[in-house]
Nanobody, 128 residues
Framework: QVQLRESGGGLVQAGGSLRLSCAASGRSVRWYGMGWFRQAPGKEREFVAAISGSGGSGGSGIYADSVKGRFTVSRDNTKNTMYLQMNSLKLEDTADYYC??????????????????WGQGTQVTVSS
């Protein structure tokens, strides 16, 4: 059974950067498609970025239009960990960020219903 744990959230000024980590335990996730979602107060959970499973270095990433060019998703399969590098942060990026994985699927997708494994979330607050 796979467990996912997010870390790296915190308070940052607009224009700053944060790197979120999603550490998986219990089983290798190298061939799992994985993604990041976020949920702001009063809003539904929305897609941020996703990355395909990979037998080697890296993977193919996809992004929501709102974060494209600012965020980068990556993974290190030797550490069983996925990352989200967030640059040029904006006030509207404030949300709880969740890590998700697709067991038995390697493709990246923005469909929230495709993900069956979830972490508990980490809070990101962007201040002015």
């Amino acid at each position: 059974q796979v467990q996912l744990r997010e870390s790296g959230g915190g308070l940052v000024q607009a224009g700053g950067s944060l790197r979120l980590s999603c550490a998986a335990s219990g089983r290798s996730v190298r061939w799992y498609g994985m993604g990041w979602f976020r949920q702001a107060p009063g809003k539904e959970r929305e897609f941020v970025a996703a990355i395909s499973g990979s037998g080697g270095s890296g993977g193919s990433g996809i992004y929501a239009d709102s974060v494209k060019g600012r965020f980068t998703v990556s993974r290190d399969n030797t550490k069983n960990t996925m990352y989200l590098q967030m640059n040029s942060l904006k006030l509207e990026d404030t949300a709880d960020y969740y890590c998700a994985a697709r067991s038995a699927h390697f493709t990246a997708t923005n469909d929230i219903d495709a993900y069956d494994l979830w972490g508990q979330g980490t809070q990101v607050t962007v201040s002015s």
